[in-house]
Protein backbone atom coordinates (compact mmCIF):
# COMPACT_ATOMS: atom_id res chain seq x y z
CA UNK A 1 0.00 0.00 0.00
CA UNK A 2 1.47 3.40 -1.19
CA UNK A 3 1.11 6.07 2.08
CA UNK A 4 2.59 8.68 3.48
CA UNK A 5 0.43 9.52 5.80
CA UNK A 6 2.02 11.43 8.73
CA UNK A 7 5.44 11.47 7.50
CA UNK A 8 7.14 14.28 8.10
CA UNK A 9 8.41 15.48 5.06
CA UNK A 10 10.58 18.27 4.07
CA UNK A 11 10.53 19.82 0.05
CA UNK A 12 12.88 22.32 -1.35
CA UNK A 13 12.34 24.82 -3.71
CA UNK A 14 8.77 24.65 -3.25
CA UNK A 15 7.34 27.26 -4.21
CA UNK A 16 7.03 26.64 -7.69
CA UNK A 17 7.61 24.10 -10.42
CA UNK A 18 8.58 20.61 -9.32
CA UNK A 19 8.83 21.21 -5.91
CA UNK A 20 5.13 22.67 -5.68
CA UNK A 21 3.55 19.65 -7.20
CA UNK A 22 5.42 17.54 -4.90
CA UNK A 23 4.20 19.69 -1.65
CA UNK A 24 0.22 19.57 -2.94
CA UNK A 25 0.06 16.02 -3.50
CA UNK A 26 2.33 14.91 -0.45
CA UNK A 27 0.14 16.91 1.97
CA UNK A 28 -3.39 15.74 0.06
CA UNK A 29 -1.87 12.43 0.83
CA UNK A 30 -1.90 13.47 4.60
CA UNK A 31 1.77 14.31 4.82
CA UNK A 32 3.44 16.37 7.23
CA UNK A 33 5.78 18.76 4.90
CA UNK A 34 7.81 21.38 5.64
CA UNK A 35 7.96 23.88 2.77
CA UNK A 36 11.19 25.62 1.84
CA UNK A 37 12.23 28.57 -0.77
CA UNK A 38 13.94 31.90 -1.30
CA UNK A 39 10.38 33.10 -2.45
CA UNK A 40 8.88 33.80 0.53
CA UNK A 41 5.73 35.24 -0.30
CA UNK A 42 5.07 32.58 -2.61
CA UNK A 43 5.91 29.83 -0.45
CA UNK A 44 3.95 31.16 2.49
CA UNK A 45 0.57 31.53 0.46
CA UNK A 46 1.18 28.13 -1.06
CA UNK A 47 2.11 26.47 2.30
CA UNK A 48 -1.15 27.81 3.99
CA UNK A 49 -3.46 27.06 1.41
CA UNK A 50 -2.35 23.20 1.84
CA UNK A 51 -1.73 22.98 5.56
CA UNK A 52 2.32 22.85 5.21
CA UNK A 53 4.90 24.68 6.60
CA UNK A 54 7.30 27.42 5.27
CA UNK A 55 10.76 28.05 6.14
CA UNK A 56 12.38 30.69 3.77
CA UNK A 57 15.99 28.89 3.05
CA UNK A 58 18.64 29.64 0.47
CA UNK A 59 19.71 25.92 0.09
CA UNK A 60 23.28 26.71 -0.34
CA UNK A 61 23.81 28.25 3.14
CA UNK A 62 25.30 25.37 5.70
CA UNK A 63 23.76 27.60 8.71
CA UNK A 64 20.50 27.69 7.06
CA UNK A 65 20.03 23.87 6.66
CA UNK A 66 20.79 24.15 10.23
CA UNK A 67 18.20 26.39 11.23
CA UNK A 68 15.83 24.26 9.39
CA UNK A 69 16.47 20.96 10.71
CA UNK A 70 16.68 22.39 14.76
CA UNK A 71 12.67 23.91 13.75
CA UNK A 72 11.80 20.38 12.40
CA UNK A 73 13.34 18.71 15.27
CA UNK A 74 11.56 20.78 17.87
CA UNK A 75 8.03 21.21 16.28
CA UNK A 76 7.71 17.30 14.54
CA UNK A 77 10.84 15.47 16.85
CA UNK A 78 11.41 13.44 13.61
CA UNK A 79 11.96 13.73 9.68
CA UNK A 80 10.57 10.74 7.78
CA UNK A 81 11.76 12.29 4.12
CA UNK A 82 14.33 14.79 2.26
CA UNK A 83 13.54 16.29 -1.15
CA UNK A 84 15.89 17.87 -2.33
CA UNK A 85 14.46 19.85 -5.39
CA UNK A 86 15.88 23.43 -5.35
CA UNK A 87 17.62 24.58 -8.52
CA UNK A 88 17.99 26.89 -11.22
CA UNK A 89 18.90 27.01 -14.79
CA UNK A 90 21.37 29.25 -16.09
CA UNK A 91 21.19 28.96 -20.74
CA UNK A 92 24.55 29.13 -21.21
CA UNK A 93 27.27 26.80 -22.93
CA UNK A 94 30.72 25.78 -22.41
CA UNK A 95 32.32 29.28 -24.12
CA UNK A 96 29.22 31.70 -22.81
CA UNK A 97 29.05 30.44 -19.01
CA UNK A 98 30.46 33.00 -16.83
CA UNK A 99 32.39 32.04 -13.33
CA UNK A 100 29.30 33.97 -11.39
CA UNK A 101 26.74 31.40 -13.57
CA UNK A 102 29.06 28.36 -13.11
CA UNK A 103 29.37 29.54 -9.40
CA UNK A 104 25.42 30.10 -8.10
CA UNK A 105 24.61 26.94 -10.16
CA UNK A 106 26.82 24.37 -8.51
CA UNK A 107 26.20 26.01 -5.06
CA UNK A 108 22.32 25.64 -5.26
CA UNK A 109 22.34 22.27 -6.83
CA UNK A 110 25.66 20.38 -5.52
CA UNK A 111 26.08 22.46 -2.34
CA UNK A 112 22.26 22.56 -1.42
CA UNK A 113 22.01 18.89 -1.60
CA UNK A 114 25.40 17.79 0.07
CA UNK A 115 23.62 20.36 3.13
CA UNK A 116 20.48 18.86 2.92
CA UNK A 117 21.66 14.98 2.91
CA UNK A 118 24.43 15.28 5.51
CA UNK A 119 22.18 17.59 8.23
CA UNK A 120 19.18 15.84 7.75
CA UNK A 121 21.07 11.88 8.13
CA UNK A 122 21.75 12.40 12.10
CA UNK A 123 17.94 13.29 12.59
CA UNK A 124 16.40 10.59 10.45
CA UNK A 125 19.04 7.95 11.71
CA UNK A 126 17.12 9.02 15.34
CA UNK A 127 13.89 8.90 13.24
CA UNK A 128 14.45 5.26 12.57
CA UNK A 129 15.52 5.59 8.91
CA UNK A 130 13.72 8.20 6.55
CA UNK A 131 13.76 8.15 2.29
CA UNK A 132 16.01 11.05 0.54
CA UNK A 133 15.22 12.20 -2.74
CA UNK A 134 17.74 14.20 -4.77
CA UNK A 135 16.13 16.29 -8.14
CA UNK A 136 18.54 15.06 -11.19
CA UNK A 137 17.55 15.62 -14.76
CA UNK A 138 18.24 13.53 -18.07
CA UNK A 139 20.96 16.73 -18.36
CA UNK A 140 23.14 14.11 -16.05
CA UNK A 141 22.71 11.24 -18.89
CA UNK A 142 22.88 13.13 -22.23
CA UNK A 143 24.70 16.28 -23.30
CA UNK A 144 22.45 19.28 -23.76
CA UNK A 145 25.20 22.20 -24.85
CA UNK A 146 22.60 25.09 -23.60
CA UNK A 147 22.51 24.08 -19.62
CA UNK A 148 26.44 23.52 -19.47
CA UNK A 149 26.44 24.11 -15.95
CA UNK A 150 23.04 22.57 -14.87
CA UNK A 151 23.66 19.26 -16.51
CA UNK A 152 27.62 19.33 -14.71
CA UNK A 153 25.67 20.04 -11.50
CA UNK A 154 22.84 17.30 -12.00
CA UNK A 155 25.56 15.06 -12.85
CA UNK A 156 27.41 15.40 -9.95
CA UNK A 157 23.80 15.16 -7.86
CA UNK A 158 23.50 11.41 -9.60
CA UNK A 159 26.83 10.22 -8.53
CA UNK A 160 26.39 11.88 -5.23
CA UNK A 161 23.38 10.23 -4.46
CA UNK A 162 24.48 6.60 -5.47
CA UNK A 163 27.28 7.30 -2.86
CA UNK A 164 24.96 8.50 -0.28
CA UNK A 165 23.31 4.77 -0.77
CA UNK A 166 25.64 2.81 -0.11
CA UNK A 167 26.93 4.63 2.96
CA UNK A 168 23.48 4.29 4.77
CA UNK A 169 23.35 0.89 3.67
CA UNK A 170 26.64 -0.46 4.57
CA UNK A 171 26.44 1.23 8.18
CA UNK A 172 22.93 -0.06 8.52
CA UNK A 173 21.01 3.25 8.85
CA UNK A 174 17.22 2.81 7.16
CA UNK A 175 18.01 5.50 4.95
CA UNK A 176 17.28 5.10 1.26
CA UNK A 177 19.04 7.87 -1.15
CA UNK A 178 17.44 8.10 -4.98
CA UNK A 179 17.33 10.35 -7.76
CA UNK A 180 14.86 11.58 -9.83
CA UNK A 181 15.54 12.65 -13.72
CA UNK A 182 12.46 14.66 -15.38
CA UNK A 183 12.93 14.91 -19.09
CA UNK A 184 10.68 17.91 -20.24
CA UNK A 185 7.91 19.00 -17.77
CA UNK A 186 5.72 21.64 -18.09
CA UNK A 187 7.39 24.04 -15.19
CA UNK A 188 8.14 27.94 -15.38
CA UNK A 189 11.78 26.98 -15.66
CA UNK A 190 11.07 24.46 -19.02
CA UNK A 191 8.91 27.82 -20.25
CA UNK A 192 11.35 29.72 -20.22
CA UNK A 193 13.60 27.54 -21.58
CA UNK A 194 11.56 26.61 -24.65
CA UNK A 195 10.80 30.35 -25.33
CA UNK A 196 14.42 31.51 -25.34
CA UNK A 197 15.86 27.78 -27.37
CA UNK A 198 13.06 27.12 -29.32
CA UNK A 199 11.07 30.63 -29.67
CA UNK A 200 7.60 29.28 -28.46
CA UNK A 201 5.57 31.12 -25.66
CA UNK A 202 4.04 27.91 -24.28
CA UNK A 203 2.00 30.47 -21.87
CA UNK A 204 0.45 32.19 -25.04
CA UNK A 205 -0.84 29.26 -26.65
CA UNK A 206 -4.88 29.05 -27.07
CA UNK A 207 -4.77 25.81 -25.12
CA UNK A 208 -1.43 25.47 -23.06
CA UNK A 209 -2.57 22.24 -21.43
CA UNK A 210 -3.04 20.50 -25.37
CA UNK A 211 0.26 22.24 -26.56
CA UNK A 212 2.03 20.60 -23.70
CA UNK A 213 0.68 17.18 -24.98
CA UNK A 214 1.66 18.37 -28.79
CA UNK A 215 4.96 19.08 -27.75
CA UNK A 216 5.22 15.85 -25.36
CA UNK A 217 5.88 17.70 -22.43
CA UNK A 218 5.06 16.29 -19.11
CA UNK A 219 3.39 17.48 -16.11
CA UNK A 220 4.12 18.14 -12.97
CA UNK A 221 2.27 15.46 -11.29
CA UNK A 222 4.34 12.77 -13.52
CA UNK A 223 7.17 13.79 -11.04
CA UNK A 224 5.12 14.13 -7.53
CA UNK A 225 3.70 10.47 -7.84
CA UNK A 226 7.18 8.79 -7.88
CA UNK A 227 8.14 11.37 -5.37
CA UNK A 228 5.48 9.88 -3.32
CA UNK A 229 5.79 6.38 -3.73
CA UNK A 230 9.76 6.71 -2.93
CA UNK A 231 8.40 8.41 0.37
CA UNK A 232 6.46 5.35 1.01
CA UNK A 233 7.33 2.73 2.72
CA UNK A 234 6.14 0.61 -0.51
CA UNK A 235 9.63 1.54 -1.95
CA UNK A 236 11.59 0.29 0.69
CA UNK A 237 13.64 -1.98 -1.18
CA UNK A 238 14.42 0.87 -3.68
CA UNK A 239 17.72 2.72 -3.03
CA UNK A 240 20.65 4.49 -5.18
CA UNK A 241 18.44 3.93 -8.00
CA UNK A 242 18.49 7.03 -11.09
CA UNK A 243 14.95 6.83 -12.31
CA UNK A 244 13.90 8.69 -15.13
CA UNK A 245 10.80 9.93 -16.32
CA UNK A 246 11.37 11.37 -19.69
CA UNK A 247 8.12 8.80 -21.71
CA UNK A 248 11.32 7.35 -23.14
CA UNK A 249 13.28 10.98 -24.90
CA UNK A 250 16.26 10.05 -23.71
CA UNK A 251 16.36 6.43 -25.25
CA UNK A 252 16.11 7.91 -28.79
Known sequence: MISVKDKVVIVTGAASGLGEAD??????????VIMTDINADTGQRIAEEIGATFFQQD?????????????VRSQFGRLDA?????????????????????????????????????????????SGGGSIINMSSTAALVGIPAYLAYSAAKGGILSMTKSI????????????????????????????????????????MPD???????????????????????ISDASKHINGAQIVIDNADTVV
Open 23 to 32: ARMLAAESAI
Open 59 to 71: VSSESGWSDLINL
Open 165 to 204: AVHCKQQKLGIRCNSIHPGSISTPMVHEAVKTLAGIDMTA
Open 208 to 230: VEQGRKDMGIGEPDDIAHMVTYL
Open 82 to 126: LVNNAGIAVIANIETTTADQWRRTMATHLDGTFWGCQSAIPLMKE
